[in-house]
Structures are given as C-alpha cells and as structure tokens.
Antibody, heavy 116, light 113 residues
Framework: EVQVVESGGDLVQTGGSLRLSCAAS????????MSWVRQAPGKGLEWVAT????????YYVDSVKGRFTISRDNAKNSLYLQMNSLTDVDTAVYYC?????????WGQGTTVTVSS | DVVMTQSPLSLPVTLGQPASISCRSS???????????LNWFQQRPGQSPRRLIY???NRDSGVPDRFSGSGSGTDFTLTISRVEAEDVGVYYC??????????FGGGTKVEIK
C-alpha cells in the first residue's frame, strides 16, 4: 500500500524552528517528486514546497523562501521540511504529498502551532 | 501566479440530485506539452485531502463513477451525478501547469439540504 506518514509537528514559540519528517512506503520513493502542502485552521490548501526525485531541484512558495528548506534522504525513503523563523501565519496542518502537479497520495498531516 | 477561482463557495444539495462545482483559472492551463494539469481533490470532515480527478477528467482508482471532471482552457467543472451522504466535504481544484507556485482554488463546501 502506498503510504506517507508525517511526524514532527509541535507547539513552538514565535521565531523558533521545527523539522518535519515524512516516511514513505509502498512505492519507489526515489522515483517521485515530493511536496509539502499546508492548511491553516479553517482555511484552504496552500502549496509550500516541492523537491525533485534526486533532490537537485527545490521550489518554494514566496512566503517561506529563505526560512524553510525541503530535503530528502532516498536511502531512508524520507522527506523533510526544516522550518526556521516561524511566525503565527505558519500555524497549520502540514501534509506530505507524492508528486509535483500530480499530488496523488496525501498523509494524515502533522500539526504545527506557533505561539508567542 | 495563476489564480484559481471556485464557485459556489457553498453548495447545499438534496440526496440523489446532481451537483456541479466550477473552477476558473486566470490563464489557460494548457501546457506546452499539450496536457492540462488540473486536478480535483475531496476533503471530508476531519480527513486529509484525497485526489479524485487528475488532468481534467481522469478519475482516480476507487473513485465512484458518479464523479466526473470536464472543461478546457480556463474553465473546468466537477460534477457529481447523484449526491450521496458520503460526498459531504470540501472540494478543491488545483493547477500544476504554470508553476511554481502550484495553486489551489479556495474550496467549495458541499452539504446536504
């Protein structure tokens, strides 16, 4: 079964950092672009970042550029999102998603709450 | 950036009746490779989003055939031929033709009258 499972969400203070992880299974992880999408409380979906199969290309929404870093470890079938300089607007459920435009498989999400 | 506009915001539907959701893009979603990268997602209450339709009209495995996608250029529609109780939730369109960024519509909430 194709599956992605996020972890690492937590309550963090404004200006703090957090690293999210996504464990993939049931498919050839190293052959897939991978993405992070977030959803603020009561709001819609917002694309955050995407990385190419080998990690050589990375793309970000403007609001997180310079603060967030997407990375992957294909040997561990894992995707990561390092988040620095967090503010309250980053409060959201963060989803790990397979693909770039495909967005075929979504995890259950991990919750990040930024509070002063 | 491509802006995706969905309507209506809320859609009350009678069980067994059809429902249609519109999604309009601020520019044509036809890619230079000839494909149109427009997907539809369903998010049931308390659940993660799930892809229903990819590239305008291709239904995902396991998605009931009462769901269909259509459209071209800048105008797209998700149709539910006969709404069932399990269809309650929020539906999003998303474009992947002109990226970054990938952009989603604001969502349409389907509820039972």
């Amino acid at each position: 079964e194709v599956q992605v499972v996020e972890s690492g969400g937590d309550l963090v203070q404004t200006g703090g950092s957090l690293r999210l992880s996504c464990a993939a299974s049931g498919f050839s992880f190293s052959s897939y672009w991978m993405s992070w999408v977030r959803q603020a409380p009561g709001k819609g979906l917002e694309w955050v970042a995407t990385t190419k199969e080998d990690g050589s290309e990375k793309y970000y929404v403007d609001s997180v550029k310079g603060r967030f870093t997407i990375s992957r470890d294909n040997a561990k079938n894992s995707l990561y999102l390092q988040m620095n300089s967090l503010t309250d607007v980053d409060t959201a459920v963060y989803y790990c998603v397979t693909g770039r435009w495909t967005m075929g498989v979504w995890g259950q999400g991990t919750t990040v709450t930024v509070s002063s | 950036d491509v802006v995706m506009t969905q309507s209506p915001l809320s859609l009350p539907v009678t069980l067994g009746q059809p429902a249609s959701i519109s999604c309009r893009s601020s520019q044509s979603l036809v890619h230079s490779d000839g494909n149109t990268y427009l997907n539809w997602f369903q998010q049931r209450p308390g659940q993660s989003p799930r892809r229903l339709i990819y590239r305008v009209s291709n239904r995902d495995s396991g998605v009931p055939d009462r769901f269909s996608g259509s459209g071209s250029g800048t105008d797209f529609t998700l149709t539910i031929s006969r709404v069932e109780a399990e269809d309650v939730g929020v539906y999003y369109c998303m474009q992947g033709t002109h990226w970054p960024p990938l952009t989603f519509g604001g969502g349409t909430k389907v509820e039972i009258k």
